[in-house]
């Protein structure tokens, strides 16, 4: 079945540093997956950081960015400089068609991401 | 914006017990979820429903049941709770159910199951 790694649980930066949260993927449909990446500030839900629907694309947000790397599987997320305040858990996650028209969601761990000054 | 809430944040039960989480969404989305989260693992999906009335079994719908009642509300019911259950769930809900629909979460219920 499909399925998101994310490899590293914590993760943790000095501000001003740069970052990058790896994410890799596997897929099961005929076509590529959507691709996202949510975040979850503390004592709040999941949001919606960014999201690339086609394979070799990049999106951005907040400072944010990944690429949709269909040949490595990969969607790793980066920030060239990191703030105290985006610390916070990062999902990877895609969605696939399983039949026609039904599609599923599948998450990845999670990773912490720590800021420090 | 699309808000989801999600009672009671904190519940705390013994093995036997029996727990309704409940959930709104204020956005007139069709689509509702419930996920649970264990460490080292990613949200799994226990059941949705694309509609009041309606629900769909997800990948791990042992020991829970969910109703939705009405297009805001989706409850999910552990009859008999069991230490395995402990987990953080969230709540979430979407428009479509379509592959590049966003997905809209509740702040999360942590589940402790003595």
């Known amino acids: 079945g499909d399925s998101v790694t994310q490899t590293e649980g914590q993760v943790t930066v000095s501000e001003s540093k740069s970052l990058i949260i790896n994410c890799t993927y596997s897929?099961?449909?005929?076509?590529?997956?959507?691709l996202f990446w949510y975040v979850r500030y503390p004592g709040e839900g999941l949001q919606l950081l960014l999201k690339v629907i086609t394979a070799g694309q990049k999106g951005s947000s907040r400072g944010f960015e990944a690429t949709y790397n269909k040949e490595a599987t990969s969607f790793h997320l980066q920030k060239a400089s990191v703030q105290e305040s985006d610390s916070a858990v990062y999902y990877c996650a895609l969605s696939d068609r399983v039949n026609t028209g039904n599609y599923k969601y599948v998450f990845g761990a999670g990773t912490r991401l720590k800021v420090i000054a | 914006e699309a808000a989801v809430t999600q009672s009671p944040r904190n519940k705390v039960t013994v093995t036997g017990g029996n727990v309704t989480l409940s959930c709104r969404q204020t956005?007139?989305?069709?689509?509702m979820y419930w996920y649970r989260q264990d460490t080292g693992h990613g949200l799994r999906l226990i059941h949705y429903?694309?509609?009041?009335?309606?629900?769909q079994i997800g990948d791990v719908p042992d020991g829970y049941k969910a109703t939705r009642t009405t297009q805001e509300d989706f409850f999910l019911l552990l009859e008999l709770a069991s230490p395995s259950q402990t987990s953080l769930y969230f709540c979430?809900?979407?428009?479509?159910?379509?592959?590049?629909?966003?997905?809209?979460f509740g702040p999360g219920t942590r589940l402790l199951v003595l």
């Open positions: 897929a099961t449909s005929i076509g590529y997956p959507n």
């Open positions: 979430a809900s979407s428009p479509t159910g379509g592959a590049r629909g966003t997905q809209y």
């Open positions: 956005n007139s989305h069709n689509y």
């Open positions: 429903s694309y509609g009041a009335g309606n629900l």
